[in-house]
């Protein structure tokens, strides 16, 4: 984290879904069902580790396939029902999920956009978003963390110049993230 001081305490962790909690479906393609939703190793261990922090968890997720047609507002409803029953069975917690069913240019809610950030934090007054942490795996996500001043966690392994840091999995931000609060 970039912070240091007392008054720049985390007040929430911003995570994309697919490519960080979830498996990302082949390039062209989405998860549509909720048989399609495969969680990747550790992400349930690294949601209970995040829960101890005691900020809001967000997931913040581009879901292009919407606008596309290849899925309903219903079909991602039953995907993120399944999501929130497995991290609920494993004693984590997701806080919010806020989604964007645009395409590119329809909207300023589509990440790199920061509307999905600003209608989190008004459903959870305490998020400051310049104290926050954003974790994804796309330039997009590191893009947004840098607009709303977030610190940029990249899940993946290949750097990019807009991430403050690179991390292998979401189990390991979170184990830097913990680390850091102890």
Do not use: W
């Amino acid at each position: 984290m970039r912070a240091g001081r007392a008054q720049d305490a985390l007040t929430a962790v911003f995570l994309d879904r697919d490519g960080v909690i979830n498996r990302k479906a082949p390039e062209g393609s989405y998860v549509t069902s909720p048989a399609a939703l495969e969680l990747l190793p550790g992400a349930l261990e690294g949601l209970r580790l995040l829960a101890d922090l005691d900020v809001p968890v967000v997931v913040v997720t581009n879901q292009r396939g919407i606008a596309l047609g290849r899925m309903s507002e219903a079909d991602l409803e039953r995907i993120h029902e399944r999501l929130r029953a497995e991290v609920d069975a494993a004693g984590a917690r997701l806080d919010l999920i806020v989604h964007c069913p645009h395409d590119h240019g329809e909207c300023d809610c589509r990440k790199p956009g920061i509307g999905m950030f600003e209608r989190a934090a008004q459903a959870f007054p305490s998020i400051v978003l310049e104290r926050s942490v954003v974790i994804g795996d796309s330039a997009s996500d590191m893009e947004a963390a840098r607009r709303i001043g977030a610190t940029a966690v990249l899940v993946g392994e290949e750097a990019l110049a807009s991430a403050d840091l690179v991390v292998p999995s979401l189990l390991a931000a979170a184990e830097l993230l913990t680390a850091t609060r102890s």
